[in-house]
Nanobody
């Protein structure tokens, strides 16, 4: 099977930083775009950042300058660096990826289980 597992979440004070990781594993032929989403209590899931297979990144406008995304194709891992965190950043952060398995001609959407980020004093 294909799995996406996030890590790095936790409790931080306002102004603090966290580094999230998401690693893909299993039978994988190729990985296309990888993305980070987040969902706060009572709110819809929103796109945080996108990283293409060649490493091109795009961070949501409201988070640009505080958050950065990157990926390591050898490790099959995407990262999200969270800086200058505020209580409004509190949410579950999810990893998403388009992955093609061996013997198939198409990519399938996969989601991780999410990692909790809590910003509080």
């Amino acid at each position: 099977q294909v799995q996406l597992v996030e890590s790095g979440g936790g409790l931080v004070q306002p102004g603090g930083s966290l580094r999230l990781s998401c690693t893909a594993s299993g039978s994988i032929s190729s990985i296309n775009t990888m993305k980070w989403y987040r969902q706060a209590p009572g709110k819809e899931r929103e796109l945080v950042a996108t990283v293409t297979s060649d490493g091109s990144t795009n961070v949501a406008e409201s988070m640009k300058g505080r958050f950065t995304a990157s990926r390591d194709n050898v490790k099959k891992t995407v990262y999200l660096q969270l800086n200058s965190l505020t209580p409004e950043d509190t949410a579950v952060y999810y990893c998403n990826a388009l992955i093609r398995r061996p013997g198939t001609a198409y990519h399938v959407n996969y989601w991780g289980q999410g990692t909790q980020v809590t910003v509080s004093s």
